[in-house]
């Protein structure tokens, strides 16, 4: 999803030197290990991640009160090493083959080294957003953490599980994908000294961004443009994985459908190729799909006026051209 990204938002304007910094930043981190480590950090760190958590952080930090980048990049670096750290345990759990086109580090490896490699990174971010001797972010993270915890708990216990409504399905995206957007802004934020009703404002943004994001991301998972056009996610991976996304949980409230659906799930214990093909037609019978993108263009609007009440915030144009960017990708799936 996005992969475009960088090139369409950042290559042209003041964020291209930040961004640089950073890849330096991680690419630094990076070498100064040797052996499994700099192997797993770089297949880990150096894939070609979007940065789009980062990148929203940065954004927020670099405000009237804030602009030395040299204080500010480390926290960058946090915040996707917290990032990273939470797909490796997630692609542990779904047994996932393949990250960013690159085989998972428990399949190159195993299972034990990909958790102490999750794990190390999951401190190292604590370790140095500790260093900003500052306890709010300190209780940010802490609290984020919990939630990501929460996130895989919750979806472990939900696959294949049919009669999850939509107030389950935002809980979850809450804890997995929303928290870590609202987090990168929050802590932007802080270091740039905003008022407590800026910062929290940028929580809820972070929020609603984050929930479009998924869902845009859930219906990429189902479309089959996905094989051609290098997103970076295989197609109907959540749903191999048993993971029910929103479109589903929408065509679901068709009896019949969810007759079908329960069929091929019930009478097969892997859900292949074939039985994922069959899922994805049975929501494509439903409206589904038109249901879900007027979610994704609520929860951008949402976003938007948002930044609208921003007081004392110099990048709003920032902020708004990330909304747009998503907004025009969800338009051009399915």
């Not at 297949?43 to 958590?53: H, Q």
């Not at 869902?215 to 189902?222: E, K, Y």
């Not at 197609?235 to 969810?258: C, R, S, V």
Request: charged share 30%; aromatic share 12%.
């Amino acid at each position: 999803m996005l992969n475009n990204f960088k090139k369409s938002f950042f290559l042209n304007n003041e964020f291209k030197e930040i961004l640089k910094e950073l890849e330096n930043y991680l690419q630094n981190f990076v070498s100064g290990f040797d052996g499994i480590l700099k192997e797993t950090f770089s297949n880990a760190i150096l894939s070609g991640g979007k940065r789009i958590r980062p990148t929203l952080f940065l954004i927020c930090a670099q405000n009237e009160n804030h602009d030395n980048t040299d204080y500010i990049i480390p926290a960058a670096a946090a915040i996707e090493f917290l990032h990273t750290a939470s797909l490796i345990h997630d692609d542990i759990i779904d047994k996932s083959l393949y990250r960013r086109g690159k085989t998972t580090i428990h399949n190159i490896y195993d299972k034990d080294i990909a958790r102490y490699v999750a794990d190390y990174l999951f401190t190292y971010a604590f370790y140095i957003l500790n260093s900003y001797n500052n306890y709010q972010i300190l209780k940010e993270i802490s609290q984020t953490a919990q939630l990501l915890v929460f996130g895989e708990f919750d979806q472990i216990k939900t696959k294949k599980l049919l009669d999850q409504d939509e107030e389950l399905y935002f809980k979850k995206i809450n804890e997995k994908t929303a928290s870590l957007f609202s987090f990168s802004c929050v802590i932007g934020g802080i270091l740039s000294n905003l008022n407590n009703e800026d910062i929290e404002k940028l929580r809820k943004f972070g929020k609603y961004l984050g929930f479009a994001f998924q869902i845009n991301d859930d219906l990429i998972d189902i479309n089959i443009k996905t094989r051609k056009e290098g997103y970076d996610k295989p197609h109907g991976n959540d749903l191999k994985q048993g993971n029910i996304t929103l479109p589903l949980i929408y065509a679901l409230k068709n009896k019949e459908i969810k007759e079908e659906v329960k069929k091929v799930i019930e009478n097969n214990e892997a859900i292949n190729e074939e039985n994922t093909g069959k899922i994805i037609n049975l929501i494509y019978k439903t409206n589904s799909i038109k249901i879900v993108k007027r979610k994704i263009y609520y929860y951008i609007n949402e976003a938007k006026k948002i930044i609208k009440n921003l007081s004392n915030f110099k990048n709003k144009d920032k902020l708004f051209e990330i909304c747009d960017i998503l907004l025009n990708y969800s338009k051009s799936v399915n």
